[in-house]
């Protein structure tokens, strides 16, 4: 079956520090690869997706990077966090179709970013 | 583009009372609708889905239909407990590889 897995958890990191969030897939191949962040209280953005192997597609102009070294590991990045980047990670993904129909995301566990 | 609109809340109810959250979407053609929910400080679960008009997903007592006539996508459950409390998220996909999600509804259920 598969499993995807994210971490760190939690994570508190000073105004002006770099930023390396990861996630990896197992159990399937070639997903399509997604990064989200929930605000407090609030949706669902989406950051970044990727539906191959360095094939990154940016959804919102922000201080953050991501990349696709492998196919089934997503990396979050930044070079210097601000402190609106503090938020709730998602990675997830997903197989993209399945006999025409788009298919449902499965979500990894989260990491907890607070900027301080 | 694909867009949903969903009942944002806070819903709070007692247990055993009837639940239904409202969510809308707005699609070229035909999407996959999903509920997605998030217990506090985890990610999200998918719940059900539904693929094609008229399909119902249910799973876990709740239920939505896919009503392409109303572009609506309810969902309901008949008799809450205290452990459905939490941030339920309604969403579609289709064929731009993304899921477009609504911005989630409360609902916190009372003993």
């Known amino acids: 079956s598969q499993t995807i897995h994210q971490w760190p958890a939690t994570l508190v990191q000073p105004v002006g520090s770099p930023l390396s969030l990861e996630c990896t897939v197992e159990?399937?191949?070639?997903?399509?690869l997604y990064w989200y962040r929930q605000a407090a209280g609030r949706g669902l953005q989406l950051l970044f997706y990727s539906v191959g192997i360095g094939q990154i597609s940016s959804e919102v102009p922000q201080n953050l990077s991501a990349s696709r070294p492998q196919d089934r590991q997503f990396i979050l990045s930044s070079k210097k966090l601000l402190l609106s980047d503090s938020g709730f990670y998602l990675c997830?993904?997903?197989?993209?179709?399945?006999?025409?129909?788009?298919?449902?995301?499965?979500f990894g566990q989260g990491t907890r970013l607070t900027v301080v | 583009g694909n867009s949903v609109t969903q009942m944002e809340g806070p819903v709070t109810l007692s247990e055993e009372a009837f639940l239904t959250i409202n969510c809308t979407y707005t699609a070229t053609g035909y999407p996959s609708l999903f509920w997605y929910v998030q217990y506090p400080g985890e990610g999200l679960q998918l719940l059900l889905k539904?693929?094609?008009?008229?399909d119902k997903g249910s799973n876990k007592g709740f239920e939505a239909t896919y009503r392409k006539e109303t572009t609506s996508f309810h969902l309901e459950k008949g008799s809450v407990q205290v452990s459905d409390s939490a941030v339920y998220f309604c969403a579609l996909s289709k064929n731009d590889y993304k899921l477009s999600f609504g911005a989630g509804t409360t609902v916190t259920v009372r003993a």
């Open positions: 159990g399937t191949s070639n997903p399509n």
């Open positions: 539904a693929t094609k008009a008229d």
């Open positions: 997830a993904w997903s197989v993209g179709f399945l006999r025409g129909t788009a298919t449902e995301a499965f």
